[in-house]
């Protein structure tokens, strides 16, 4: 609001004050406003509990010790994803062969109708970068797994432009990390930023240290997958297909 003299009362005048705002090439400024409810939804798997539940769109690192089971509980939580949005799951794949992949379902109870597995061919031509394997992302992804950071992209800089284009996608990404000797996850302190959410599984729980949609530091008991569970659905599945 800006004053002013009434020239015939003399009277202390308000009205609105727009203050000019400079315009400076690549910026944008606008008024701050209240944008659209956050799509946070809950899938029954111990990583979304983890999470608080998962808001669509976001990019999630998910970090651990070798052999934690990291992997086993993306796929879980991918699985349960996908048939929500009515979408597939895009395994982006340079840590294992096809058939331990199809193991991390049938470990976590989880189908895998709605997976794809993109990994480098082998095949003496260039092998695939992670920029190749986003092309080969159809549009009806509704997860994007990226096993592991490191292995698709081995330098910060390459790191950091994944995760970025990731972001900008607005596809649901749950990111593998491996760990540093100091437990935490490898790669420059600057991935933690470049996501949404980090979770770092561990054996009997886990720990989110952000999350945009739910308040952190986050502590949650981490419970094994029952193996007996698992065969009954995997059997229920197949008897579907």
């Given at each position: 609001m800006s004053s002013g003299i009434c020239s015939e009362c003399g009277a202390e005048a308000w009205e609105p004050y727009e203050p000019a705002t400079?315009?400076?090439p690549g910026l944008v400024v606008r008024p701050l406003r209240q944008g659209p409810p956050a799509d946070v939804r809950r899938f029954e798997c111990p990583l979304s509990e983890a999470l608080g539940g998962v808001e669509i769109g976001r990019t999630i690192l998910v970090s651990g010790k070798p052999g934690v089971g990291k992997s086993t509980e993306v796929a879980a939580l991918a699985s349960r994803i996908a048939p929500v949005l009515r979408g597939v799951v895009y395994w982006l794949d340079r840590e294992m062969e096809e058939a331990q992949v199809f193991e991390l379902f049938q470990r976590s109870g989880s189908p895998t109708d709605r997976v794809r597995r993109v990994a480098p061919s082998f095949d003496g031509e260039a092998s695939g970068t992670w920029r190749d394997a986003l092309r080969a992302v159809g549009e009806d992804a509704a997860v994007i797994v990226v096993d592991s950071l490191q292995r698709w992209?081995?330098?910060?800089?390459?790191?950091?432009?994944l995760l970025e284009t990731l972001k900008r996608g607005k596809v649901t990404a749950l990111?593998?990390?491996h760990t540093n000797k100091a437990g935490q996850a490898a790669g420059r302190m600057g991935n933690q930023h470049d996501v949404d959410a980090e979770v770092m599984v561990k054996k009997r729980k886990f720990v989110s240290s952000k999350c945009r949609w739910t308040p952190t530091p986050r502590v949650t008991a981490r419970?094994?997958?029952?193996?007996a569970e698992t065969s009954s659905k995997n059997a229920a599945s197949s008897s579907k297909a």
């Amino acid at each position: 609001m800006s004053s002013g003299i009434c020239s015939e009362c003399g009277a202390e005048a308000w009205e609105p004050y727009e203050p000019a705002t400079p315009r400076v090439p690549g910026l944008v400024v606008r008024p701050l406003r209240q944008g659209p409810p956050a799509d946070v939804r809950r899938f029954e798997c111990p990583l979304s509990e983890a999470l608080g539940g998962v808001e669509i769109g976001r990019t999630i690192l998910v970090s651990g010790k070798p052999g934690v089971g990291k992997s086993t509980e993306v796929a879980a939580l991918a699985s349960r994803i996908a048939p929500v949005l009515r979408g597939v799951v895009y395994w982006l794949d340079r840590e294992m062969e096809e058939a331990q992949v199809f193991e991390l379902f049938q470990r976590s109870g989880s189908p895998t109708d709605r997976v794809r597995r993109v990994a480098p061919s082998f095949d003496g031509e260039a092998s695939g970068t992670w920029r190749d394997a986003l092309r080969a992302v159809g549009e009806d992804a509704a997860v994007i797994v990226v096993d592991s950071l490191q292995r698709w992209a081995a330098r910060d800089v390459e790191q950091t432009e994944l995760l970025e284009t990731l972001k900008r996608g607005k596809v649901t990404a749950l990111v593998v990390s491996h760990t540093n000797k100091a437990g935490q996850a490898a790669g420059r302190m600057g991935n933690q930023h470049d996501v949404d959410a980090e979770v770092m599984v561990k054996k009997r729980k886990f720990v989110s240290s952000k999350c945009r949609w739910t308040p952190t530091p986050r502590v949650t008991a981490r419970q094994p997958f029952v193996q007996a569970e698992t065969s009954s659905k995997n059997a229920a599945s197949s008897s579907k297909a």
